[in-house]
């Protein structure tokens, strides 16, 4: 599509409204990029980039922007994958060997590591629950009519909910359940906890089908209900200047509002890349100001669920594709 000057002057653009913020004029590209060419020949192929809708012309100025379009080309064939410093693969290795009681706290310190190296918000989502096996679940009683149940799955996801009753329980009932739910639902899929297993355990304990209701509803709440969405360093990327427009910044934080569009977002993709969404190219309407680069946080074969970063379409995509391949391969390292 493009010949080797056009993409050397494509890219040198991309690059340097990445670092400004500001459009890009032929005289910068000939001051700062050994571009080889005059400030007129460089004209002539920014004129020829925006006919080809890889660039926009500012009204203010004579300088250009990527366009969206420009912005995809870059990040599928002109990007490099190596920008990352020494100083930041030693913090993130740093961080990724902080030693954690469960494994939803180093989906955390992966998202958080993230937005801190790029400045950008991490959105995280955790693994579907439907995917998971069930490894153990646990009763305690803790008083006569409340009841902890601890569930833990394979992925090394671990929740507690607390069941309530209108009836007092005995410690013989509590046991009985442990017996039941655990030589029903150990090594199965989640998924398992529908009605077929209701109806199972209803014919199996017809005479504890009071405690059991209120225990299968807490838990499928608990599981499929608290996916819970997470979201950091959203206050540092309101300080880019593209959210001095009112109406960006709004569109933002109504972004960061609506859960099921960043669910929506995160689980979209193929499970094995990094996935690059520009400017609403999923046609959201809400995205057009904005981009979404997501990976599906793994650690062996395990997936703990997607970690995506969620910024202006003037992205440092080279700079985050960078890090999430980095930290992606360090945590395929320590599985």
Do not use: W
């Not at 490894?135 to 008083?143: A, S, Y």
């Not at 069941?163 to 007092?168: L, N, S």
């Not at 017809?206 to 950091?232: A, G, N, Y």
């Not at 395990?302 to 945590?331: A, H, N, Q």
Request: proline share 2%; net charge negative; with cysteine.
């Amino acid at each position: 599509m493009l010949d080797g000057r056009k993409k050397k002057v494509l890219q040198a653009i991309v690059e340097e409204y990445i670092n400004t913020a500001e459009p890009v004029s032929s005289n910068a590209l000939i001051t700062k990029y050994d571009l080889n060419c005059s400030s007129a020949t460089i004209r002539n192929e920014m004129a020829d980039l925006e006919k080809k809708g890889l660039l926009d012309k500012m009204h203010t100025s004579s300088g250009r922007v990527p366009s969206a379009k420009g912005y995809r080309y870059y990040v599928d064939e002109l990007l490099k994958d190596d920008n990352i410093s020494l100083e930041e693969v030693k913090y993130i290795s740093d961080k990724l060997e902080t030693k954690v009681n469960e494994i939803e706290d180093l989906t955390k310190i992966t998202a958080n590591t993230i937005s801190e190296i790029t400045h950008y918000t991490t959105v995280t989502i955790g693994p579907k629950a439907n995917e998971q096996i069930i490894q153990e679940i646990k009763f305690v009683l803790l008083g006569s009519r409340m009841l902890l149940a601890v569930i833990m799955t394979d992925s090394g996801m671990v929740k507690e909910t607390i069941i309530k009753f209108d009836e007092d329980i005995t410690e013989k009932q509590v046991e009985t359940i442990n017996y039941m739910f655990n030589n029903k639902l150990k090594k199965q899929p989640i998924e398992t906890i529908d009605v077929p297993l209701e109806e199972y355990l209803y014919k199996e304990m017809s005479d504890m089908v009071r405690v059991i209701k209120p225990i299968i509803t807490q838990i499928k709440k608990v599981l499929f209900e608290d996916s819970e969405i997470h979201l950091h360093g959203a206050r540092k990327e309101l300080d880019l200047p593209e959210f001095n427009s009112l109406q960006v910044a709004k569109n933002f934080v109504n972004i960061l509002d609506e859960k099921e569009l960043i669910a929506d977002m995160l689980n979209s993709g193929f499970a094995e890349d990094i996935n690059v969404y520009i400017g609403g190219e999923d046609e959201k309407e809400e995205l057009q100001d904005f981009s979404v680069i997501t990976f599906k946080h793994k650690v062996g074969n395990k997936d703990m669920g997607t970690i995506g970063i969620i910024g202006p379409k003037r992205m440092d995509y080279s700079k985050v594709i960078s890090v999430m391949k980095y930290i992606s391969k360090k945590l395929n390292e320590g599985k």
